[in-house]
């Protein structure tokens, strides 16, 4: 049995580290084309070209989905402009977008995350959606970012949802990494499970835990403190390396089915991913005491615990097992946990949940 790690080349985090961007990225090429949601021109453009002050580049905004369509649009604009180097700031969804066209450009990549509201900075896999935001594929990339890098004062003065949202992303680390450890299931990363991913995505649940109320009223706050630090940290390097070299197994694949009911679309990825973390815990059949543990957490931060929480208001047993067929798909992670599962049990454990 292979192991494997993998993680980006550089990871910075800090408070105002947008400012000095240019230091970390002056070695990968002299010419940039930056493409940035566009939240970023509203707030932080002027920071943003402070850090790059000794850098050629040119600014493209993101269209909102990680299509296939996007993509091919901005490798033309990045063939267009002869850049050397991809930066992508914002989001998620334009973080990866912008890993996929450099990809498909053949050049290296920088990640600006403005938001720490999933795990998705780290890792060397973009999800692709449909133009109408249904999942489509993973799309998994030969290297990750070179340069991984994330301003906390950003972070801590964007909307306290999104922080929330990482810790939704990150609580399900922990779950399938460790389950994915018992099938010892090939990770993202192209191996098994490392003791040092088992071991981070530990860590990233502890954090979790331990910090998550406090860096959530720092945010409120607008302040940067070791608490959110901690969480800005959990949500984006421990989470990222812990999934993608700890394994995903059935929290993603059940988001991934939520996406398919319209309802949902207006709920984040970690609210999604933290609901179906505890319909994991359920499928596992966890001690009682430990999920009642996890849904406290849920509640204290305000990640969704009921099917009304996600949107979903008009529940009915045919909605539910269309999601649960989606998540059962074949090729989804769910077949990494160390049971057969089947439609029917997820759409019993979803709606468990919601009781619960
Ligand atoms: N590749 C991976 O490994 C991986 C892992 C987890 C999730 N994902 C993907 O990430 C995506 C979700 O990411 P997301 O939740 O960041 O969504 P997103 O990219 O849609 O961003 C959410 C919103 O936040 C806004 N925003 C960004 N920075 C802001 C700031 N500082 N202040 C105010 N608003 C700001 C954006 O404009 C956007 O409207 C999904 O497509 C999911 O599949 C990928
Ligand atoms: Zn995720």
Same mark, same amino acid.
């Given at each position: 049995?292979?192991?494997?790690?993998?993680?980006?080349?550089?990871?910075?985090?800090?408070?105002?580290?947008?400012?000095?961007?240019?230091?970390?990225?002056?070695?990968?090429?002299?010419?940039?084309?930056?493409?940035?949601?566009?939240?970023?021109?509203?707030?932080?453009?002027?920071?943003?070209?402070?850090?790059?002050?000794?850098?050629?580049?040119?600014?493209?905004?993101?269209?909102?989905?990680?299509?296939?369509?996007?993509?091919?649009?901005?490798?033309?604009? *990045? #063939? /267009?402009?002869?850049?050397?180097?991809?930066?992508? =700031?914002? &989001? +998620?969804?334009?973080?990866? @977008?912008?890993?996929?066209?450099?990809?498909?450009?053949?050049?290296?990549?920088?990640?600006?995350?403005?938001?720490?509201?999933?795990?998705?900075?780290?890792?060397?896999?973009?999800?692709?959606?449909?133009?109408?935001?249904?999942?489509?594929?993973?799309?998994?990339?030969?290297?990750?970012?070179?340069?991984?890098?994330?301003?906390?004062?950003?972070?801590?003065?964007?909307?306290?949802?999104?922080?929330?949202?990482?810790?939704?992303?990150?609580?399900?680390?922990?779950?399938? *990494? #460790? /389950?994915?450890?018992?099938?010892?299931?090939?990770? =993202?990363? &192209? +191996?098994?499970?490392?003791? @040092?991913?088992?071991?981070?995505?530990?860590?990233?649940?502890?954090?979790?835990?331990?910090?998550?109320?406090?860096?959530?009223?720092?945010?409120?706050?607008?302040?940067?403190?070791?608490?959110?630090?901690?969480?800005?940290?959990?949500?984006?390097?421990?989470?990222?390396?812990?999934?993608?070299?700890?394994?995903?197994?059935?929290?993603?694949?059940?988001?991934?089915?939520?996406?398919?009911?319209?309802?949902?679309?207006?709920?984040?990825?970690?609210?999604?991913?933290?609901?179906?973390?505890?319909?994991?815990?359920?499928?596992?059949?966890?001690?009682?005491?430990?999920?009642?543990?996890?849904?406290?957490?849920?509640?204290?931060?305000?990640?969704?615990?009921?099917?009304?929480?996600?949107?979903?208001?008009?529940?009915?047993?045919?909605?539910?097992?269309?999601?649960?067929?989606?998540?059962?798909?074949?090729?989804?992670?769910?077949?990494?946990?160390?049971?057969?599962?089947?439609?029917?049990?997820?759409?019993?454990?979803?709606?468990?949940?919601?009781?619960?």
């Amino acid at each position: 049995m292979i192991k494997v790690l993998t993680s980006p080349g550089k990871y910075v985090q800090g408070k105002n580290v947008i400012m000095e961007m240019g230091e970390y990225i002056k070695d990968l090429g002299d010419k940039a084309l930056i493409i940035a949601d566009p939240i970023v021109e509203e707030l932080f453009l002027d920071d943003l070209k402070a850090g790059l002050e000794e850098l050629n580049y040119q600014i493209e905004f993101f269209n909102g989905e990680c299509s296939k369509i996007e993509i091919e649009r901005l490798k033309k604009k *990045a #063939a /267009a402009e002869d850049a050397e180097i991809i930066i992508g =700031m914002g &989001g +998620g969804k334009t973080l990866d @977008t912008s890993k996929a066209v450099a990809h498909y450009s053949d050049l290296p990549v920088v990640i600006v995350p403005t938001i720490a509201a999933t795990d998705a900075p780290c890792s060397a896999l973009s999800v692709i959606y449909t133009e109408e935001g249904v999942f489509e594929e993973y799309l998994f990339l030969p290297k990750n970012p070179d340069v991984v890098m994330i301003d906390t004062e950003i972070v801590a003065n964007a909307p306290v949802r999104f922080l929330v949202s990482g810790m939704g992303d990150a609580l399900a680390t922990y779950f399938e *990494a #460790a /389950a994915s450890a018992l099938t010892r299931a090939t990770a =993202m990363s &192209g +191996g098994a499970p490392t003791m @040092t991913a088992q071991n981070l995505a530990e860590l990233c649940y502890n954090t979790l835990l331990e910090y998550g109320v406090s860096a959530k009223k720092a945010a409120e706050a607008g302040v940067v403190t070791e608490a959110l630090e901690k969480i800005v940290e959990a949500n984006t390097l421990l989470s990222g390396l812990g999934f993608e070299s700890g394994g995903l197994a059935a929290a993603h694949a059940i988001h991934n089915g939520f996406t398919v009911l319209e309802e949902t679309h207006s709920k984040t990825h970690g609210e999604k991913v933290a609901y179906s973390t505890l319909v994991q815990m359920v499928l596992e059949d966890r001690d009682p005491a430990e999920i009642e543990m996890v849904m406290d957490f849920c509640k204290e931060v305000g990640l969704p615990t009921t099917l009304a929480d996600l949107g979903i208001t008009d529940v009915s047993d045919e909605k539910i097992l269309k999601v649960a067929e989606a998540s059962c798909a074949e090729g989804e992670t769910i077949h990494n946990m160390p049971f057969a599962v089947d439609a029917e049990m997820v759409k019993d454990a979803i709606l468990a949940v919601d009781v619960l």
